[in-house]
């Protein structure tokens, strides 16, 4: 039963670059919530996608966009980014609307370095 | 508003010692649901446990354990006999309201050695 898959693992970018991060949900879920991890801190929530819609957004700018297709995979786009985007974005996956409350199944991220 | 906060950064302790990781919280809803993760350095969130504001009992899985108390807004996680393999950063995160996300803690680094 595959987990989360995420791709690349890491990143290299310079600033002012765009980029753009993928996520295979757990075999089963349909629900994806994407958060970013810099060094040394907790989780930030980013957005969350069921439906192929996005249901929710953290407090990131417009910079921070995303994509659910019909196979429940997803993709986060960052644009004109900035060093301080440097972290782990983490994608998770939950089963319907509500699953995420149950606990979500994290990938091992994608280490995204902007010099 | 809605915090966790998580008060140790870093413990470090002899393998087989118990030790016990703090996390208040702070929310002004009846109904939320805190939530305890493991990140070893892989950097993959692995779920331990879940609980809601209505269930207070205190929860035992083998050699972890937790004890939650709404009347000190913490949500505490034991490990009984350390071992090496439970070296990570663990994180306390809660969600209230009607809302989609999780808050988290900063996490503590704990480091069981040998």
């Known amino acids: 039963d595959a987990g989360v898959t995420q791709s690349p693992t890491h990143l290299i970018k310079t600033r002012g670059q765009q980029v753009t991060l993928r996520c295979s949900p757990k075999?089963?879920?349909?629900?994806v919530s994407w958060y970013q991890q810099a060094l040394g801190q907790g989780p930030q929530f980013i957005f969350q996608y069921y439906e192929e819609e996005e249901r929710q957004r953290g407090n990131f700018p417009d910079r921070f966009s995303g994509h659910q297709f019909p196979n429940y995979s997803s993709e986060l786009n960052v644009n004109a980014l900035l060093l301080g985007d440097s972290a782990l974005y983490l994608c998770?996956?939950?089963?319907?609307?509500?699953?995420?409350?149950?606990?979500?199944?994290f990938g091992s991220g994608t280490r995204l370095t902007v010099v | 508003a809605q915090k966790v906060t998580q008060a140790q950064t870093e413990i470090s302790v002899v393998e087989k010692e118990d030790v016990t990781l703090d996390c208040v919280y702070e929310?002004?809803?009846?109904?939320?649901?805190l939530f305890w993760y493991k990140q070893p350095p892989s950097g993959e969130l692995v779920f331990l446990i879940r609980r809601n504001s209505f269930d207070e009992q205190n929860e035992i899985s083998g050699r972890y354990s937790w004890n939650f108390q709404k009347s000190t807004s913490s949500f505490n996680f034991t490990i009984t006999a350390s071992q090496v393999v439970d070296s990570a950063v663990y994180f306390c995160?809660?969600?209230?309201?009607?809302?989609?996300?999780?808050?988290w803690g900063l996490g503590t680094s704990l480091a069981v050695n040998p």
């Open positions: 075999s089963g879920h349909d629900t």
């Open positions: 929310t002004r809803d009846t109904t939320y649901y």
């Open positions: 998770a996956s939950s089963l319907g609307i509500t699953g995420w409350s149950y606990g979500y199944t």
């Open positions: 995160a809660l969600n209230a309201g009607n809302n989609r996300k999780l808050i």
